[in-house]
């Protein structure tokens, strides 16, 4: 099975999102990076297909050059080649970046099965690039899926509704976009990282596209900080929480 | 005109579809709804499109598609695009929902047009000037869309519903709908719902962090959330160690909530965990940690080790229920 999989990197926010001087983006310069949590699950479900139906595993990614670390390191957890189209550090929406994934997809020298993504993106939250994907390579697209099984040809998907689950089934080729949950991500190994230094990264220079959304603004909301009170340590604490249970009614 | 499409789910409407007719009216009293079902099974289309006039909608349109079962996205979208042409509406609005976003992004694409997700205000316009949600709404991005039709889903919570009674006219609508676009539907419906309280709606969440110290942290969380007729909610960090199911993930790519209480035990509150649940009415943290981030997004803090108080926490609630 030949499974191609779309991923982004994005900046490794935590308790505080600061903004550069001009308010357009985050300021990475004192941040990591890391892959879209979904985009984790979208590899390690390629990786265990791979491993019980063989084929290999192409990942895609439009980005900056230094995407080439989120790259490497699912290569090392087991994706066996890369395509990095290369933005120079512009931003590009998400139609024209599902434009630049779907050409490159169609001009990859192999036939993808399947292609897999994030259902959204950490950052944009866009809800929108593996669907556009799918139109553009003419195949069917199961979105959300949470838990999925392939046999002879045909994705069993399933997604999840209230406390119930619908099930979906569609015949290959198709595009899947996946959610946190779907499964664990495995950590790489050491051998895994040392096979990873080897493996092809294949940078594709782009003319940056014409688009339809321009950011402006970034801004961060106001704060919900709410300047807590203090309930203490020890026994009182837990007598001063029972009591604030009591008052906004909670305890029956 | 604006055309909302309503989220239902054999005939429920999804909540957050009232949010989104009011964000829409807001934008021109000229609201009109679109009701895609399978022709019968399921959907009640009488009293639905009576709910959906209660909140504005002068006009709902109803599209009955045979085939479709509960739901078949690539076909409401198909629906949708014809309407927007027959319709000549200005803009076409969702609520944030899986379906929403789902449905509305394969109509821009369909059409080629930009899809705007998770917004907060639209002023249309060439370009339409639209704030919309990054990070889940840790972040508001401001961007100018230069599109004939605007296609938005609207930020979950960020408008409220309100009523505006209408005359919600039924008006039938045949689609062309190809057998391909009924390719991906649903065919099945799996897990019987449980019974017990799911995160969305529970009122009380007692939900644990990395602090907890391993998977036996939980079985106090579970007591406590029982004793207050709640469910049990956790961090991504427990769900990646396998210490709790996914399906109780607070955050980002988790569940959002808005309970009464949210008591938060050894968790640090990352921004990615706060945008599931800062919503809530009432944030209590207990941490070891006086600095944690939590500790600034709380209500009532208790600085302290989980192990040392929650035992305590669980004897006052038994004790002062009997
Ligand atoms: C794009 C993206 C999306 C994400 N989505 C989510 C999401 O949906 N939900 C989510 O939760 N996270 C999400 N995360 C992860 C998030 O960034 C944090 O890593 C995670 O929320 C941290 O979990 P935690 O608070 O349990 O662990 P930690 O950050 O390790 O915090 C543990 C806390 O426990 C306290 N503690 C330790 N021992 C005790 C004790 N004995 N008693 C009391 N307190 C104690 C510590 O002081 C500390 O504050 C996401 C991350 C990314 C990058
Ligand atoms: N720049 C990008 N490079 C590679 N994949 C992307 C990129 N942007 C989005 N994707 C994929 O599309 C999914 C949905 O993104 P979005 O439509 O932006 O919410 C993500 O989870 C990724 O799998």
Redesign the pocket.
């Known amino acids: 099975m030949e499974i191609a999989?779309?991923?982004?990197?994005v900046p490794l926010v935590g308790s505080a999102f600061m903004l550069t001087d001009d308010s357009m983006s985050i300021d990475t310069s004192r941040i990591g990076a890391t892959l879209?949590p979904?985009?984790e699950n979208?590899v390690e479900a390629a990786v265990r297909l791979v491993e019980a139906h063989g084929g290999s595993i192409t990942l895609?990614?439009?980005?900056g050059a230094d995407?080439e670390e989120q790259l490497r390191e699912q290569l090392a957890i087991g994706a066996d080649r890369a395509v990095l189209?290369d933005?120079e550090g512009v931003e590009?929406d998400?139609k024209a970046?599902?434009a630049?994934?779907a050409q490159a997809i169609k001009d990859d020298s192999t036939d993808f099965d399947l292609v897999?993504?994030?259902?959204?993106?950490?950052?944009?939250?866009?809800?929108?690039?593996?669907?556009?994907?799918a139109h553009a390579l003419g195949r069917p697209v199961v979105t959300n899926v949470k838990g999925l099984n392939i046999e002879a040809n045909r994705a069993t998907c399933e997604r999840a509704v209230g406390s119930t689950r619908e099930v979906y089934e569609v015949t290959l080729p198709a595009v899947i976009?996946v959610l946190d949950g779907l499964n664990i991500p495995r950590y790489p190994s050491v051998p895994g990282r040392i096979k990873a230094r080897k493996k092809p990264v294949d940078k594709v220079s782009i003319t940056i596209p014409a688009q339809t959304t321009v950011r402006t603004t970034l801004r961060v909301p106001v704060s919900t900080s709410k300047g807590a009170t203090d309930l203490g340590t020890g026994p009182d604490a837990a007598k001063a929480l029972v009591e604030v249970l009591k008052q906004i009614g909670v305890m029956q | 005109m604006m055309l909302v499409f309503a989220d239902h789910d054999r005939g429920t409407i999804d909540p957050l579809t009232f949010q989104a007719l009011t964000f829409a009216r807001n934008l021109d009293p000229d609201v009109q709804a679109v009701l895609v079902g399978g022709g019968g099974a399921g959907l009640d289309v009488t009293a639905a499109a009576a709910e959906l006039a209660q909140y504005g909608a002068q006009i709902v349109h109803v599209v009955e598609i045979a085939g479709y079962s509960d739901y078949a996205p690539l076909a409401a979208a198909r629906a949708l695009v014809e309407l927007l042409v027959s319709t000549g509406a200005k803009a076409l609005v969702a609520a944030s929902s899986a379906r929403g976003n789902e449905v509305l992004?394969h109509v821009a694409a369909i059409t080629d047009r930009p899809f705007t997700?998770d917004c907060y205000s639209i002023s249309i316009g060439d370009p339409h000037q639209i704030v919309r949600a990054r990070w889940a709404g840790n972040l508001h991005e401001e961007v100018d869309v230069t599109a004939d039709v605007v296609i938005a889903t609207v930020f979950p919570h960020s408008t409220e519903a309100t009523p505006a009674p209408a005359a919600g006219t039924l008006k039938e609508f045949t689609a062309t709908v190809s057998e391909h676009d009924l390719a991906v539907r649903v065919i099945n419906r799996i897990g019987a719902s449980t019974g017990g309280v799911t995160l969305p709606e529970a009122k009380v969440i007692v939900s644990g962090g990395r602090g907890m110290g391993g998977p036996e942290g939980f079985t106090i969380l579970e007591e406590i959330a029982g004793a207050l007729g709640g469910t049990v909610g956790c961090t991504r960090v427990v769900t990646s160690a396998g210490w709790r199911p996914h399906a109780e993930q607070v955050g980002q790519t988790g569940t959002k909530v808005a309970p009464d209480l949210y008591l938060a035990c050894g968790i640090s509150g990352a921004t990615q965990h706060l945008a599931g649940c800062k919503n809530s009415k009432t944030l209590i943290a207990i941490n070891t940690d006086a600095d944690a981030t939590i500790m600034n997004h709380a209500d009532y803090i208790i600085v302290g080790d989980v192990n040392q108080i929650l035992p305590l926490v669980l004897n006052e609630i038994q004790a002062s229920k009997s």
């Open positions: 999989v779309c991923v982004k990197r879209s979904h985009e979208a895609f990614s439009v980005g995407a189209i933005t590009i998400s970046t599902a630049l994934l897999i993504l994030g259902s959204e993106s950490a950052d944009s939250g866009g809800y929108q690039t593996g669907i556009r994907i976009t | 992004a997700a």
